[in-house]
């Protein structure tokens, strides 16, 4: 019998093509965080390129301290180790962002919108409101001598059970709740680390104009009513555009333009 090593076909896959700087791919069954084990590669001085991936996660971390759960083998749950110019470290959790919608959309034929600041969503209506299906957290060290370590991780719902927490079901929605045909989870880190090569390449090289544009077209953020919660604060109005370092611009009712390099975003019903 063959024994399939979790991994080995997207390295192979990833060798040669638009995804090599990422072929460096380590699966594993189970860890605490692969943000905090890619953070710990990144100290040790490894270089950028370093895919990790866990089945399981049994302390995955979210924005602002918060918690991260999946039933064990129900997501796609990864960090990717970059050692970007500090001049584009903002922009790097936007350019994941992109490649797994881009994936997301290529392997599952579903298209996905983005939630700023770092949120796969799927799109809802008038009456219901739109579900997470992934979520990015970027994690930075400034100590680095020459170009700042960034370890950027994301999860992506693949296949959820029904049975999952009444108080989940309006709030986080996975790629089997929207496709008839099972997603493999290699085929979409391959599609998303494909996505990821060139538009990576294109920012070191200083070209974020394809990225921002690609961004706002895949958008949910934009356009809609918002309230950004600052933690100390809040302020609602009209998403409007973001700059050209990734950060939400947002009009208010008194016709203010306010700009937000963090904040987490809502966006209000019925607009």
């Excluded at 060290?141 to 009444?166: L, M, Y």
Aim: net charge negative; charged share 25%; aromatic share 4%.
């Amino acid at each position: 019998m063959v024994t399939c090593v979790p991994g080995r076909r997207a390295r192979t896959l990833l060798a040669g093509g638009p995804g090599g700087r990422f072929a460096d791919v380590r699966w594993s069954a189970e860890t605490g965080s692969t943000n905090a084990d890619a953070m710990d590669l990144a100290r040790q001085g490894e270089p950028e390129g370093i895919v990790l991936v866990a089945d399981h996660q049994t302390a995955g971390r979210g924005r602002a301290g918060r918690t991260w759960t999946a039933p064990p083998g129900s997501g796609l749950l990864c960090s990717i180790l970059l050692r970007p110019p500090s001049a584009i470290v903002d922009l790097c959790t936007m350019a994941v962002a992109v490649a797994a919608a881009e994936s997301v959309e290529s392997v599952a034929g579903v298209a996905a919108r983005l939630k700023w600041p770092n949120d796969l969503v799927w799109p809802g209506d008038g009456s219901v409101p739109d579900r997470k299906l992934a979520g990015i957290l970027a994690e930075a060290d400034w100590q680095a001598s020459d170009r700042v370590a960034v370890v950027v991780g994301i999860g992506i719902n693949v296949a959820w059970p029904a049975d999952r927490p009444e108080e989940l079901k309006d709030l986080v929605v996975a790629l089997n709740d929207v496709v008839d045909v099972p997603v493999d989870r290699e085929d979409l880190l391959v599609a998303l680390l494909s996505a990821l090569g060139p538009r990576y390449e294109a920012l070191v090289a200083g070209d974020r104009d394809a990225l921002l544009h690609e961004w706002r077209r895949r958008s949910a953020t934009l356009g809609r009513r918002v309230r950004v919660e600052l933690g100390t604060g809040e302020v609602e109005g009209r998403a409007i555009d973001v700059t050209d370092d990734g950060h939400l611009v947002v009009e208010t009712d008194d016709a203010q333009h306010r700009t937000f390099a963090v904040g987490d975003v809502v966006h209000l019903r019925g607009s």
